[in-house]
Protein backbone atom coordinates (compact mmCIF):
# COMPACT_ATOMS: atom_id res chain seq x y z
CA UNK A 1 0.00 0.00 0.00
CA UNK A 2 2.89 2.06 0.64
CA UNK A 3 6.67 2.64 -1.10
CA UNK A 4 9.16 0.93 1.35
CA UNK A 5 12.97 1.55 1.21
CA UNK A 6 14.07 -0.88 3.48
CA UNK A 7 12.35 -0.87 6.66
CA UNK A 8 10.86 2.42 6.04
CA UNK A 9 7.42 3.01 4.97
CA UNK A 10 6.44 6.55 3.17
CA UNK A 11 3.53 7.93 4.43
CA UNK A 12 3.46 10.35 2.07
CA UNK A 13 3.47 8.64 -1.02
CA UNK A 14 -0.11 7.30 -1.10
CA UNK A 15 -0.84 11.38 -2.11
CA UNK A 16 1.45 11.20 -4.65
CA UNK A 17 -0.20 11.92 -8.54
CA UNK A 18 1.97 9.58 -11.43
CA UNK A 19 0.77 8.85 -14.63
CA UNK A 20 -1.20 5.14 -15.00
CA UNK A 21 1.39 2.44 -16.89
CA UNK A 22 4.09 5.31 -16.47
CA UNK A 23 2.53 7.23 -19.82
CA UNK A 24 3.12 10.90 -20.07
CA UNK A 25 0.84 12.79 -22.63
CA UNK A 26 2.00 16.31 -23.34
CA UNK A 27 0.12 18.32 -25.99
CA UNK A 28 1.25 21.52 -26.90
CA UNK A 29 4.03 21.51 -23.91
CA UNK A 30 0.65 20.60 -21.26
CA UNK A 31 1.14 17.40 -19.50
CA UNK A 32 -2.21 15.36 -19.86
CA UNK A 33 -1.46 11.95 -18.93
CA UNK A 34 -4.42 9.81 -17.52
CA UNK A 35 -2.92 9.32 -13.87
CA UNK A 36 -3.96 7.65 -10.54
CA UNK A 37 -5.94 10.50 -9.78
CA UNK A 38 -8.37 10.69 -12.88
CA UNK A 39 -8.12 6.49 -12.63
CA UNK A 40 -9.95 6.69 -9.30
CA UNK A 41 -12.37 9.46 -10.20
CA UNK A 42 -13.55 7.37 -12.84
CA UNK A 43 -13.55 4.18 -10.81
CA UNK A 44 -15.63 6.49 -8.63
CA UNK A 45 -18.12 7.91 -11.19
CA UNK A 46 -18.30 4.54 -11.98
CA UNK A 47 -19.38 3.03 -8.87
CA UNK A 48 -21.64 5.95 -8.84
CA UNK A 49 -23.47 5.34 -11.82
CA UNK A 50 -23.43 1.75 -11.05
CA UNK A 51 -25.28 2.22 -7.41
CA UNK A 52 -28.26 4.56 -8.94
CA UNK A 53 -28.53 2.79 -12.19
CA UNK A 54 -29.18 -0.81 -9.80
CA UNK A 55 -31.72 1.23 -8.02
CA UNK A 56 -33.57 2.68 -10.54
CA UNK A 57 -35.96 0.15 -11.34
CA UNK A 58 -38.73 1.90 -10.01
CA UNK A 59 -40.49 -1.20 -8.72
CA UNK A 60 -43.87 -0.74 -6.43
CA UNK A 61 -42.58 -2.92 -4.06
CA UNK A 62 -38.85 -1.73 -3.86
CA UNK A 63 -35.73 -3.95 -3.08
CA UNK A 64 -32.51 -3.16 -0.88
CA UNK A 65 -31.04 -1.44 -3.75
CA UNK A 66 -33.25 0.50 -5.03
CA UNK A 67 -34.64 1.30 -0.96
CA UNK A 68 -30.89 2.46 -0.33
CA UNK A 69 -31.14 4.81 -3.57
CA UNK A 70 -34.24 6.17 -2.37
CA UNK A 71 -33.10 6.79 1.17
CA UNK A 72 -30.14 8.75 0.01
CA UNK A 73 -32.14 11.09 -2.40
CA UNK A 74 -35.12 11.52 0.54
CA UNK A 75 -31.86 12.11 2.59
CA UNK A 76 -30.31 15.31 0.38
CA UNK A 77 -33.79 16.29 -0.69
CA UNK A 78 -34.87 16.58 3.15
CA UNK A 79 -32.01 18.27 3.69
CA UNK A 80 -32.43 20.84 1.63
CA UNK A 81 -35.86 21.38 2.10
CA UNK A 82 -35.03 21.86 5.85
CA UNK A 83 -32.38 24.64 5.25
CA UNK A 84 -33.72 26.27 2.23
CA UNK A 85 -37.27 25.93 2.02
CA UNK A 86 -39.59 24.35 -1.03
CA UNK A 87 -37.37 25.86 -3.42
CA UNK A 88 -34.76 23.85 -2.09
CA UNK A 89 -35.80 20.71 -4.54
CA UNK A 90 -34.49 22.88 -7.91
CA UNK A 91 -31.04 22.57 -5.93
CA UNK A 92 -31.34 18.39 -5.34
CA UNK A 93 -29.21 17.12 -8.34
CA UNK A 94 -26.13 19.31 -7.72
CA UNK A 95 -26.31 18.54 -3.89
CA UNK A 96 -27.05 14.96 -3.92
CA UNK A 97 -24.14 14.58 -7.20
CA UNK A 98 -22.08 16.25 -4.55
CA UNK A 99 -22.43 14.56 -1.73
CA UNK A 100 -22.36 11.13 -3.26
CA UNK A 101 -19.31 11.54 -5.40
CA UNK A 102 -17.50 12.71 -2.04
CA UNK A 103 -19.11 9.74 -0.17
CA UNK A 104 -18.00 7.27 -2.80
CA UNK A 105 -14.34 9.04 -3.06
CA UNK A 106 -13.65 8.73 0.39
CA UNK A 107 -15.36 4.83 0.96
CA UNK A 108 -13.09 4.01 -2.12
CA UNK A 109 -9.59 5.45 -0.90
CA UNK A 110 -10.23 3.24 2.17
CA UNK A 111 -11.36 -0.32 0.30
CA UNK A 112 -8.14 -2.14 0.89
CA UNK A 113 -7.19 -2.93 -2.36
CA UNK A 114 -3.42 -2.82 -1.48
CA UNK A 115 -3.59 -6.81 -0.78
CA UNK A 116 -3.82 -6.92 -4.90
CA UNK A 117 -0.35 -6.66 -6.14
CA UNK A 118 -0.20 -3.84 -8.32
CA UNK A 119 -3.58 -2.50 -7.07
CA UNK A 120 -2.68 0.71 -4.87
CA UNK A 121 -6.11 2.36 -4.09
CA UNK A 122 -6.20 6.31 -4.30
CA UNK A 123 -8.21 9.09 -2.35
CA UNK A 124 -9.13 11.55 -4.43
CA UNK A 125 -10.47 13.93 -1.50
CA UNK A 126 -6.97 14.20 -0.04
CA UNK A 127 -5.94 16.30 -2.84
CA UNK A 128 -6.86 20.14 -2.04
CA UNK A 129 -6.84 20.48 -6.24
CA UNK A 130 -9.94 18.28 -5.85
CA UNK A 131 -11.79 19.78 -2.87
CA UNK A 132 -11.30 23.20 -4.01
CA UNK A 133 -12.77 23.05 -7.30
CA UNK A 134 -15.83 21.22 -5.93
CA UNK A 135 -15.81 24.14 -2.95
CA UNK A 136 -15.51 26.73 -5.96
CA UNK A 137 -18.30 25.06 -7.73
CA UNK A 138 -20.54 25.05 -4.62
CA UNK A 139 -19.71 28.91 -4.33
CA UNK A 140 -20.01 29.92 -7.68
CA UNK A 141 -23.62 28.39 -7.56
CA UNK A 142 -24.43 30.60 -4.64
CA UNK A 143 -23.30 33.67 -6.42
CA UNK A 144 -25.12 33.25 -9.89
CA UNK A 145 -28.50 31.79 -7.68
CA UNK A 146 -27.81 35.03 -5.50
CA UNK A 147 -26.76 37.77 -8.10
CA UNK A 148 -29.88 36.55 -10.52
CA UNK A 149 -32.41 36.23 -7.74
CA UNK A 150 -31.90 39.71 -5.69
CA UNK A 151 -29.31 41.79 -8.34
CA UNK A 152 -27.08 44.24 -5.99
CA UNK A 153 -29.47 43.44 -3.15
CA UNK A 154 -27.49 40.43 -2.31
CA UNK A 155 -24.82 42.80 -0.83
CA UNK A 156 -27.41 43.48 1.86
CA UNK A 157 -26.19 39.90 2.96
CA UNK A 158 -23.24 41.34 4.59
CA UNK A 159 -25.27 43.89 6.38
CA UNK A 160 -27.25 42.09 9.49
CA UNK A 161 -30.26 43.38 9.77
CA UNK A 162 -30.38 46.57 12.98
CA UNK A 163 -26.93 47.09 12.37
CA UNK A 164 -26.24 50.68 13.74
CA UNK A 165 -25.41 53.04 10.75
CA UNK A 166 -21.46 54.26 12.16
CA UNK A 167 -20.98 50.50 12.09
CA UNK A 168 -22.21 49.34 8.74
CA UNK A 169 -18.66 49.88 6.58
CA UNK A 170 -16.65 47.72 9.14
CA UNK A 171 -19.65 45.15 9.19
CA UNK A 172 -19.89 44.96 5.98
CA UNK A 173 -15.94 44.54 5.52
CA UNK A 174 -15.63 41.41 8.12
CA UNK A 175 -19.49 39.65 6.50
CA UNK A 176 -17.75 40.56 3.13
CA UNK A 177 -14.45 38.27 4.28
CA UNK A 178 -16.02 35.48 6.16
CA UNK A 179 -18.38 35.09 2.83
CA UNK A 180 -15.15 34.95 0.56
CA UNK A 181 -13.34 32.70 2.94
CA UNK A 182 -16.37 29.57 2.81
CA UNK A 183 -14.80 28.22 -0.48
CA UNK A 184 -11.63 27.83 1.01
CA UNK A 185 -12.72 26.74 4.55
CA UNK A 186 -15.02 24.12 2.49
CA UNK A 187 -12.13 22.42 0.78
CA UNK A 188 -9.53 22.50 3.40
CA UNK A 189 -11.98 21.09 5.84
CA UNK A 190 -12.59 18.28 3.68
CA UNK A 191 -9.21 17.91 2.54
CA UNK A 192 -7.54 17.86 5.50
CA UNK A 193 -9.55 15.28 7.45
CA UNK A 194 -9.12 12.54 4.68
CA UNK A 195 -5.51 13.28 4.53
CA UNK A 196 -4.32 13.06 7.83
CA UNK A 197 -6.76 10.23 8.74
CA UNK A 198 -4.47 8.50 6.28
CA UNK A 199 -1.12 9.65 7.29
CA UNK A 200 -2.23 7.95 10.12
CA UNK A 201 -3.47 4.74 9.14
CA UNK A 202 0.08 4.68 7.13
CA UNK A 203 1.67 5.04 10.28
CA UNK A 204 0.50 2.03 12.10
CA UNK A 205 0.68 0.33 9.35
CA UNK A 206 4.37 0.96 9.36
CA UNK A 207 4.23 0.03 13.01
CA UNK A 208 2.55 -3.58 11.98
CA UNK A 209 5.01 -4.44 9.32
CA UNK A 210 8.41 -3.29 11.13
CA UNK A 211 6.97 -5.26 14.15
CA UNK A 212 6.30 -8.57 11.67
CA UNK A 213 10.14 -7.95 10.53
CA UNK A 214 12.20 -7.38 13.98
CA UNK A 215 10.95 -10.74 15.17
CA UNK A 216 7.90 -12.62 17.58
CA UNK A 217 9.15 -10.79 20.58
CA UNK A 218 8.44 -7.14 18.90
CA UNK A 219 5.22 -8.76 17.04
CA UNK A 220 3.70 -8.81 20.30
CA UNK A 221 4.30 -5.92 21.64
CA UNK A 222 4.28 -3.70 18.52
CA UNK A 223 2.12 -5.44 15.60
CA UNK A 224 -0.92 -6.35 17.59
CA UNK A 225 -1.22 -3.15 19.68
CA UNK A 226 -1.08 -1.46 16.34
CA UNK A 227 -2.87 -3.69 13.98
CA UNK A 228 -5.83 -3.44 16.60
CA UNK A 229 -5.71 0.70 16.64
CA UNK A 230 -5.15 0.10 13.04
CA UNK A 231 -8.46 -1.68 12.61
CA UNK A 232 -10.27 0.65 14.95
CA UNK A 233 -8.92 3.87 13.25
CA UNK A 234 -10.17 2.33 9.86
CA UNK A 235 -13.88 2.00 11.50
CA UNK A 236 -13.77 5.44 12.40
CA UNK A 237 -12.17 6.87 9.39
CA UNK A 238 -15.17 5.21 7.64
CA UNK A 239 -17.57 7.20 9.87
CA UNK A 240 -15.40 10.12 8.81
CA UNK A 241 -15.81 9.42 5.35
CA UNK A 242 -19.47 9.77 5.44
CA UNK A 243 -19.32 12.44 8.06
CA UNK A 244 -17.26 14.67 5.80
CA UNK A 245 -19.51 14.10 2.78
CA UNK A 246 -22.43 15.12 4.78
CA UNK A 247 -20.62 18.43 6.50
CA UNK A 248 -19.66 19.43 2.77
CA UNK A 249 -23.69 18.99 1.27
CA UNK A 250 -24.70 20.65 4.23
CA UNK A 251 -22.82 23.78 4.28
CA UNK A 252 -23.82 24.12 0.58
CA UNK A 253 -27.33 23.77 1.46
CA UNK A 254 -26.65 26.75 3.95
CA UNK A 255 -24.62 29.42 1.61
CA UNK A 256 -27.75 28.51 -1.20
CA UNK A 257 -29.85 29.43 1.51
CA UNK A 258 -28.58 32.94 1.85
CA UNK A 259 -29.13 33.16 -1.87
CA UNK A 260 -32.47 32.20 -1.95
CA UNK A 261 -33.40 33.33 1.44
CA UNK A 262 -31.97 37.28 1.88
CA UNK A 263 -33.48 38.88 4.42
Same mark, same amino acid.
Given at each position: ??????????P????L????MGS??????????????A???V????????????G???Q??P??????VE?F?GF??G??TSN??P???R???????????????N???L??F? $??? =?? @?P &???T *??L??? #???AII?F???L? $??? =?R @?? &???? *?L??P? #??P???????FV??????L???F??G????V??TA???L??V?A?????????????A???????F??MI??T???L?V??I????F??L??V????A????
Open positions: MAAAEGSKIDMHQFIEPVHWVVGGYDLSFTNSLWMVTLASLWLFMLGMKRLVGRWQAAGTVSMLVGEGKFVPYVFSLFMFILFAILGLPG $VIP =GV @H &FTV *SHTVT #GVLSAIVI $VGF =G @HG &FHFF *SFVH #GTVVMIPLIVELMSFVRPSLLRLFAMGHILKLAFVINGINMGPGYAIVTLPSVLGILLELAAQAYVALTSYLNDVNLH
